[in-house]
């Protein structure tokens, strides 16, 4: 069954970068789009980024965009969230997600166990 | 900006059936994905692009949508599946692409 275990989380300082990583298993990675979506504490979801199956295409809500960069490495099975100057806001647990769909971006589908980040001075 | 309304919160009688709905432009032209998340865990899916059922989830969850509300129907509601539930979907509707999350509704089992 699909399998998504995200890591990378801790806690650091306002300003500071972090790279998240997402290692896929039971089903073929290679094949489907991936999302990170975050939860900030007693919040609901919100989407941060998406990349296409083939990592050409890549998509960032405003909040994140010229911070974060998704990225994926198809011969490793892993999803990668790079976040830069980090600000308090950005505290939340970070969960990679798989699509519903092959080859497109269609639904946040599947979920892993998330990784949390705090940024807190 | 686009977004997905949907109640704060709801009950339902134990094995009485309940109707979670989301509202947004976003699905006129998109489906939608309800998501249920339980204290201290992940989302899980329960109903992904309208109306399929991930495999290991009970027939009693059924999604529908018309016009720019989807809904998640569960029949004979079990004492389980109280949990927090989340619609998303795609927002095309800008000029680029994004999805979205309703602010989540609180099923209470009575």
Redesign the interface.
Known sequence: ?VQLVESGGGVLQPGRSLRLSCAASGFTFSYYGM?W?RQAPGK????VA?IFYDGNNK?Y?DSVKGRFTISRDNSKNTLYLQMSSLKVEDTAVY?CARD??TRV??????????TPVTVSS | SSELTQDPAVSVALGQTVRITCQGDSLRN??A?W?QQKPGQ????VI??KH?R??GIPDRFSGSSSGDTASLTITGAQAEDEA?Y?C?S?DSSSN?????????TKLTVL
């Open positions: 069954q999302h979506v609901g979801p919100e989407w998406s998509y809500a969960y519903s769909y971006l269609v639904t946040i589908c599947f979920w892993g166990l998330g | 998109n489906y994905s998501h992940a989302p899980v899916p992904h692009d399929n991930p495999s927090d989340y998303s795609r680029h692409l994004g999805w979205l999350f309703g602010g989540g």
